[in-house]
Every structure is written in structure tokens, then in C-alpha cells.
């Protein structure tokens, strides 16, 4: 490997499950203790895989905001003794509002973090209690203010929507509000009933019943519309921010840019192999045990990298560059791409400038369907 962007670190432990979440996540926090330990152990002998300068380190999860201070230093130490970390890297953690205490904050703040990421979701009290989630709309306001008090100046919110019952009014209140907090990035996602949850179960039982496809149309269009409004730039499908507040480690995934995983269920890349750790907490923790931590590894295909090369970059306003698409796959791709790409780009759903193939505002609406008519499956 000659080349990682970031550290990826996933923190699997919450207070309580959310009830839309299939992230790989535990409510057990006696676990923590042994966890740093692996973590830091994981951290220490996969440390031959770059000699590289880390620019991102990224701490999700899972709440990373459940940990204490000696588990973030142990951590650091780990990272900084082992890897050549940039001084000017982008360094995040994912916290949920209710840990955000006056106390908490300035912790956070006197430790190398210079990036917050904060689960508020909805700001209002119904959506945030039928999400299962542990916070009001308040808490999270002033959660954010404390956060920007301490001197966090770059500060990303996630956003639901498409909830079952969200009105458009709703959903334009949370995003006025969202926008009143002044802070510099958004990710914002539609919801999705995945198998494995609560949501899901509701949703067949007959419990609760999805937005109409219109009204979850029309919420994208608010989202994109008010967020590039206020000056936010929409740089990816999901995410907004302001100019210079990019997410540099989300960025990299998107460019392709390789990044090694640490802790249960975290996924690392090196530019031609994906791999996987362990999806339980319990058998990572013994991982450590005995120095050998259970991953799986996939070389991929050139036509597995020819596909993700298509649906990262296309969910950018980076594109698809088609001079390094031929760079790296050949001629064959380039013209299979090209062949797929032009009703698109008769039908002005996809636009190309220079070498660059990117979505039209419309072409966001049906990204879905370009960007598999522009995979190969065969
Ligand atoms: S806090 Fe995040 S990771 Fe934890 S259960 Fe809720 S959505 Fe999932």
C-alpha cells in the first residue's frame, strides 16, 4: 500500500438502540474497558500498512461520545506513537447531544478533535422520540451552542427524513432550525427500513406507513434548495457544507482514496482489496487476546473497481473523471461508460464538461437508476 487518506475508527457501543439503526453497535458498556485496549492493539500491528502522512482520522460509530477521556487518550497515544499523523489532519467524532455536557465538551476540546459530528436527526420531539432517540429538540440547540462556546468552529449535523407522518412543514421547521445553528456541514438522509430494525417491523406490521414517494421527492428538493440557499454547497448526494468544510475523510471514500478500518464491522481499502473485521464486539475484544484479529479480506475485480469508481464519483460534484477511468480500467470501460452514459446525457440528466461526467440538478432526483445503468453486472 503506498497511499491511506485516514483512520476510520468504529466505536460500537450505545446507550440505547435507535429504532431506524442497523449499524453495528452493542448496549453492554462494561465491554469499553477491554475494547480501547484492542483497539489500540489493532491500531499498533496494522501500523506496518502505511508509511504514509494520515490526513483524517475518524472516530463513528455506535456513539463514539460514550467513551471517557482515558479511552480518547489511550487511543491517541496509539495512533500518534505508531502512525505519522499530519499536523493540520481533519480529525472528527460523532457525538449524540445527550452527552454533550458543559463538562464533556471541554473535554473533547483539549483533546486533538477538531471536528464534531453531531446525531441530532430531527428538532422535533415527536420524530426524535419515535426515533428511539435519547435527546429533545432543545438539548440538541444547546448542545451545538455549547460545542461552538468551546471553540469547535466545524461542526456537521445529521439530518432524517421521510419519516412515516413527516410533513413537509416539519420538515421545513427542522431545516430552518438546522440553518439558525450556524454550523458549517449537513448530512442529511432519507430514512431507510432496513431488515434488521425496529422501524422495519412497525412497517410491515402495518404500524406505520412510509411518505408517499412525492412527499419525499419534494423533501430532497426543499433539502437541496434551502441548504445551497444559505450558502452551502451540496458536494455529495447526502452532505452540504459550506465552502471550505468539506468532509476531507468522507471525500477520500468518495475519491477512492484507500483508509484502514479499526474495531468490530469496520471496512478498510487499499486501493485494490477490501476487508472487514469482525462484526462482534465480543470476538474482537478476544482478537486482542491472542493478537489476531478476525478479518475478512476480497480482492476486488477490475469490474468491481470500475463499478465503485462510477457510484462514488457520480454521487459527487467531482464526477466522473473520464480520462482516469481509462487510466485505470482501459479502453473497454471508458467506451462501455460512455455508450451508457449518453441517453443520460441526451436526456440532460447527466452533464460533461472537459473530461468530467456529473449528475444535473434532475439527474440527482433518479441517481439511483444512472448510476446502475453505468455499473457493468456481467
Ligand atoms: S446512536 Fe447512532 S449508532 Fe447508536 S443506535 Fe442510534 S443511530 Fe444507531
Redesign the pocket.
Known sequence: MDQVAGIYLHIPF?KS??TY?D?Y?GTNESHIDAFVEALSMEATLRRGETRDPIGTIYFG???PSRLQRHHFERIFDTLYGHYLIEADAEITVEA?PDDLTEEYVAMLASLPFNRLSI?IQSFDDKELHALSRRHTAREAIDAVKRCQQQGFHNISVDLIYGLPGQTIAVWQRNLALALALEIQHISSYHLIYEERTRMYRLLQSGRITPVPEETSTNMFAMLIDQLTVAGFIHYEISAFAKEGFFSRHNSSYWKDVPYIGLGPSAHSYDGTNRSWNVRSILRYNKGAKNGQFEREKEQLSPQERYNEFILTGLRTIWGIDLRELEKRFGKEFLDYCRRNAQPFLERGVIRQEGSKLTLTREGIFISDGIMSDLMRVN
Open positions: 450505545c438502540r435507535c439503526c449499524f453497535m460509530g455506535g456513539t449524540n446525531g
